[in-house]
């Protein structure tokens, strides 16, 4: 199996370009400035992107998103990727693959990141498959910010931006380091 992260960068790129360009058109108005541009991310069950606004005066990492349903950006082969390095029998933790249920197969995966470099992933664990999607989004999300993407918003005094898995696997910032090395404004 190979997943090619270079067409995610590219669609998930657009994403955050049509969310943007979406609040500003149509939600901004009633909901008002924004303290984060929150991207979450799930690979485990189903394999989706959420691109959401968080309009509260101070952003906190509480798991509150406001989205819809036809925001859901799917990415089942996400989902497929992981399950083919980690296929479980049983619900005991299992420290090779970092979570719970023993690997009784794994299926051969390469992982080709944005830049080209292909990546073995025989050994890869769900916390490691995680870390890459996370800085994939984060390369991105740093991307749309030094082109000015989030420059339509309105933002309150403090806006940041915010990544993290919905399995709290991996996050950026670091949650002490929210407000300080991630900041738009």
Not at 118 to 147: P, W, Y
Request: hydrophobic fraction near 35%; aromatic fraction near 10%; charged fraction near 30%.
């Amino acid at each position: 199996m190979i997943l090619d992260l270079r067409n995610d960068a590219q669609d998930i790129y657009k994403l955050i370009v049509k969310r943007v360009k979406d609040y500003v058109a149509n939600e901004a108005e009633k909901l008002g400035p924004v303290s984060a541009i929150g991207i979450t991310y799930e690979f485990s069950q189903r394999g989706w992107v959420i691109v959401h606004f968080d309009n509260r005066a101070e952003h906190k990492r509480d798991g509150q998103m406001n989205y819809s349903r036809k925001e859901v950006f799917k990415r089942p082969h996400w989902f497929a990727t992981v399950k083919a390095l980690c296929y479980f029998n049983t619900s005991d933790f299992d420290p090779e693959c970092g979570t719970y249920g023993r690997v009784i197969k794994r299926k051969p995966v390469t992982i080709i990141l944005p830049n080209g470099t292909r990546k073995n992933a025989a050994k890869m664990t769900e916390k490691t498959f995680s870390a890459i999607l996370g800085r994939l989004l984060k390369q991105i999300a740093l991307k749309a910010k030094q082109e000015g993407r989030y420059e339509p918003l309105p933002k309150h005094t403090i806006c940041q931006l915010d990544i993290e898995d919905f399995n709290s696997t991996w996050a950026w910032p670091k949650y002490e380091q929210l407000g300080k090395t991630n900041r738009l404004r």
